[in-house]
């Protein structure tokens, strides 16, 4: 008789992570699922992504997909508040059930290791960042560069197995049918 054996684990789903209310986990306890992982921000002009991010959460969530969203304040000091302020602005003005993770960094030198390999593994986002990119510097504000995250809510889709499938440039809205297919497709 054999055993099934589980997927072996990769070192994204190894790098230790905290929830948004301080306890420890991992995309390993994730394992399975499909998940979308979302730089998020309370203070951006795409912040009003939450809504649709929740709406898709929804849709999708008894066949196996999460929405993991990571607070950072990397870009124009957008995502300011506390865990505790984060969580409450993303329970009252968005009524968030996806699971939200501790404010992190996503680029630059103190770079979370999650954002490290994740953008390592896929450099380029599909959409149009190249627009965006050009938005942003018509606006006087400076940009990153491939394969640095470009601004909040930048997209990155994980299927079952772990590996990262693909990754969504931040005006790429959650309920783009480019997004949403790519989420149909790794729910199989």
């Keep these: ?21 301080g306890d420890s986990t991992s995309l390993n306890d994730y394992l399975g699922k499909v998940l979308l992982v979302v730089n998020v921000a309370s203070k951006c002009g795409l912040t009003p992504q939450y809504e649709a991010l929740e709406q898709i959460y929804r849709n999708y969530k008894d066949q196996g997909f999460e929405v993991l969203g990571f607070p950072a304040n990397n870009f124009l000091g957008q995502e300011p508040g506390t ?8 329970n009252v003005n968005y009524s968030v059930s996806f699971p939200l993770f501790s404010k992190i960094s996503v680029a630059g030198d103190d770079q ?12 380029h986002a599909e959409g149009d960042p190249e627009a965006m990119r050009e938005r942003l510097k018509g606006l006087g504000i400076p940009t990153n560069e491939d394969p640095d ?8 889709l994980i299927g079952r197995d772990g590996a990262v499938v693909t990754r969504f ?16 497709a790794a729910l199989g």
Excluded: R
Aim: net charge negative.
């Design 1 to 21: 008789m054999s055993q099934a054996l589980a997927p072996p684990m990769s070192d994204l789903q190894q790098i230790p992570l905290t929830t948004i209310t």
């Design 149 to 156: 995250v470009l601004w909040n809510f930048e997209k990155f």
């Design 112 to 123: 979370h290791p999650l954002y490290a390999e994740l953008t390592a593994t896929k450099p």
């Design 169 to 184: 440039a931040p005006s790429t809205t959650p309920d783009d049918p480019a997004l949403t297919g790519a989420i149909e």
């Design 83 to 90: 865990d505790d302020e984060i969580a409450e602005f993303c």
